[in-house]
């Protein structure tokens, strides 16, 4: 696992895992680490100096993250013990008297930048694939092998906190060099000369800072003026960039940085332990870590992705709809080198889409990440046009245009000449069904649903919607396409609003429904926020405006098809009343649930108050469960009837596509967490009490008999 190499008094110890293909912390490493500290003890006083690397293309790929999902809240103890050793097998290493550095050849994340960080001196190879960070809050949890105590050390708490620890950035070698987290970067080729070279310059006694005589933490402690000014604003801070929302490592890692900052080492590495072990055998980061890890690496694995297609490329894309949809497309699509033709009604239309991309980059330009000549590049790669005939070339066609399905079929067939012949065809509608506007498609099996979320350059999910007749080949390639312009792709089958949409109208009619019945639209906008909903309800419909349950709706009964409608939901008799008696359509009317005020925050329109009710309360619990409830339970309704086809799916589509709150690791794990029991019985206590659409599916009752889970 480590291999031990003494060439004339330098001891490399090279981290190679045979088990895995990166270096986690496990066993196995703690008792190579374990063994190699003890040796370098006893020979300490023959030895020059310790290089530090890895034989893998990772540096050290941090903790074992299949055990931390493993850990009970029973296993407290022994976790505490666990991290504790991995602690003082790297205080030895600090404190041994001879210089120890670390050469980072690849990605030092959470443990292994806490390994680097025991090093009395970090050297990076000089490449754009390095990532350097601890990115444990993201998966809430804290660095617990030292990463609060010597950040705070060696930044100081205002750098250690605002820049490495709350953030859990993963940074390129040059942001970590000038961040300070590491001190050189040089030519990969040259790294470990360069380590010895240090080594060979070092002159005196090898100690950290903080272990020398009359150190002082850089900036001060809580206790000095300048972080006394600081400081107390910052949980006040801390919540309004979390809402409110329950979750736990932020204010953990603030913690433990501060009463850390105000002892001494030994103390301050106990109490982030301590923080540590709450965090590690809490529920929160337990779901964190199956979303944002498992889940995530199985979709990016390409788990949904058919098999046996060969590895597709996107070269010249044709975008029909220069609007807001259309626009973003392009943007996203030229960022990573795709030829885009942008179509439109007229030039005029076209151009003023490619306007969008000139405005997203001049920002970039005023940044500094950008220069003009790269930006001049970029905007050559997008060339707006009225004209089908210049689609020639395109092997992928992306649909933008007005929802509305004879349009949509119309444009299709405009290019259906002019492009590749097996050029692939996306719809990004959000509503209209696949199936059937493949109807009057030609080629419906390379035909299939690509839909986007608004603002398409910062929304990191794409759902991939399958016809009855699209192919695996198409799955395949549209799969490849948005892993090439670097976004998630969920796969589902067709259904009337999908997946992404059907879940997300469950939870906005659940906050009209709520209006309906006299609550207070400030307690129920409040709840979801404090739940974690990244925005609440009654603001989300107003934005995605009140019309469209009628549209769904509308369209469903002209179907005849009322799955995924809202046909009897109680929230209707709201959005219904709002548009039809008081021309209340929503933000880009300049009216909803919200007012719109020319100056000023938007605020809820006092009418509410008025024309719904008569005032009921009902529990803050409720309020909040009648929100996650109606989206799991429709979440589970998809899994039943065959829309959703993998649990990852489920999870990371309801939070990166419609904001499930992410400390629940999404919809399917946070039944999973609830217990499946539980939910059942819960699920029929708000049906009895406010309707019965949270009755629970036959599958999940199913499921909660014989003791299964979502997985
Ligand atoms: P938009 O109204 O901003 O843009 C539609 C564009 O299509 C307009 O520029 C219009 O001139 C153009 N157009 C109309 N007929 C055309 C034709 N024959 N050839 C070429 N272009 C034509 O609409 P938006 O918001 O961009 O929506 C486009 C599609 O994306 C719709 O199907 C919508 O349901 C869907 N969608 C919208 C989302 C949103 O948040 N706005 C989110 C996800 C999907």
């Known amino acids: 696992m480590i291999d031990w190499k003494n060439v004339e008094g330098v001891v490399t ?91 980072i050849n690849g990605s030092a994340l959470g443990g292994g930048l806490e390994i680097a960080l025991a090093c009395h001196h970090r050297i990076v190879a000089d ?55 590491v001190d050189e970067v040089v030519p990969a080729g040259d790294l470990l000369d360069a380590a010895h070279r240090w080594i060979a310059s070092y002159d005196g006694d090898a100690k950290q800072p903080w272990d020398r005589d009359g150190y002082k933490i850089p900036g001060g402690t809580p206790s000095s003026p300048k972080l006394a000014a600081f400081l107390p604003a910052f949980p006040a801070n801390l919540r309004k960039q979390l809402k409110g929302a329950p979750y736990p490592a932020p204010r953990a890692i603030m913690s433990a940085a501060v009463e850390g900052s105000q002892v001494d080492f030994a103390t301050a590495s106990r109490i982030e332990s301590r923080y540590f072990v709450s965090l590690a055998t809490g529920q929160i980061a337990k779901n964190m870590i199956q979303a944002f890890f498992f889940d995530l690496q199985a979709i990016n694995a390409g788990a949904s992705r058919p098999s046996g297609v060969p590895k597709y490329q996107a070269r010249k894309v044709g975008v029909l709809g220069a609007g807001m949809m259309g626009a973003g497309i392009a943007y996203v699509c030229a960022k990573v080198g795709i030829e885009v033709v942008l179509k439109d009604v007229s030039l005029e239309a076209a151009a003023r889409g490619k306007e969008y991309s000139e405005k997203l980059l001049a920002k970039q330009v005023q940044k500094g990440r950008m220069t003009a000549d790269q930006v001049a590049e970029f905007l050559s790669r997008i060339t707006p046009t009225a004209d089908p005939n210049d689609l020639a070339g395109c092997d992928l066609v992306i649909e933008a245009v007005f929802e509305s399905e004879e349009l949509k079929q119309k444009v299709f067939a405009e290019v259906a000449g002019v492009v590749e012949p097996d050029a692939l065809l996306c719809s990004n509608t959000s509503t209209l069904p696949i199936t059937s506007l493949a109807d009057g498609i030609d080629r419906p099996d390379d ?22 007749k699209t192919s695996d080949r198409t799955i395949a390639k549209a799969y490849d396409i948005v892993r090439q312009i670097r976004k998630t792709p969920i796969v589902v089958n067709d259904s009337r609003g999908f997946f992404t949409s059907r879940v997300f109208g469950t939870l906005v009619m659940e906050g009209a429904a709520m209006v309906a019945e006299g609550i207070d639209p400030v307690t129920i906008e409040r709840a979801a926020t404090a739940a974690g909903f990244p925005a609440p309800p009654l603001a989300m419909l107003d934005e995605v405006t009140l019309t469209l349950p009628q549209k769904i709706r509308d369209a469903a009964r002209a179907a005849g098809d009322n799955a995924g409608a809202f046909d009897d939901h109680p929230g209707m008799a709201v959005t219904d009343r709002l548009v039809n008696e008081f021309d209340r359509r929503g933000k880009a009317a300049g009216a909803g649930f919200y007012e719109y005020p020319e100056v000023g925050a938007k605020y809820l329109w006092p009418g509410l108050w008025k024309e719904f009710g008569p005032r009921t309360e009902i529990p803050v619990a409720d309020v909040r469960e009648r929100m996650t409830f109606a989206m799991s339970l429709e979440t589970i309704k998809c899994v039943e009837e065959g829309v959703l086809r993998s649990v990852a799916d489920a999870n990371i589509g309801s939070m990166f596509g419609i904001g499930f709150p992410p400390l629940h690791g999404g919809a399917l794990q946070y039944v999973n967490a609830y217990g499946l029991p539980e939910f059942v019985v819960r699920a029929r206590e708000l049906a009895a009490s406010y309707g019965h659409r949270f009755e629970p599916p036959a599958l999940l009752v199913r499921k909660a008999e014989v003791g299964e889970t979502f997985g």
Not at 89 to 102: D, K, M, N, S, Y
Not at 454 to 465: A, G
């Open 13 to 103: 110890l090279t981290m190679d895992d045979p088990s895995a293909s990166a270096n986690t912390m496990n066993d196995a490493y703690l008792a190579a680490m374990g063994a190699a500290v003890e040796r370098l003890q006893a020979e300490k006083d023959d030895l020059k100096g310790v290089v530090i690397t890895s034989a893998k293309p990772t540096f050290f790929a941090g903790g074992n993250l299949q055990l931390l999902s493993r850990i009970q809240p029973s296993d407290a103890a022994e976790v505490f013990e666990t991290v504790e050793e991995v602690k003082r097998q790297l205080r030895i290493l600090e404190t041994l008297g001879v210089p120890v550095v670390a050469a």
């Open 127 to 181: 490449d754009n694939r390095i990532e350097l960070g601890v990115p444990e809050v993201t998966l809430g949890l804290l660095p617990g092998g030292g990463g609060v105590t010597r950040t705070v050390r060696m930044l100081g708490l205002q750098d250690a906190l605002m820049k490495v620890l709350l953030q859990g950035q993963r940074m390129k070698p040059l942001h970590a060099l000038s961040v300070g987290i």
């Open 447 to 468: 035909f299939l649903g690509m839909h986007f979320f608004s603002p398409v350059d910062r929304m990191q999910l794409v759902e991939l919607i399958v016809g009855e």
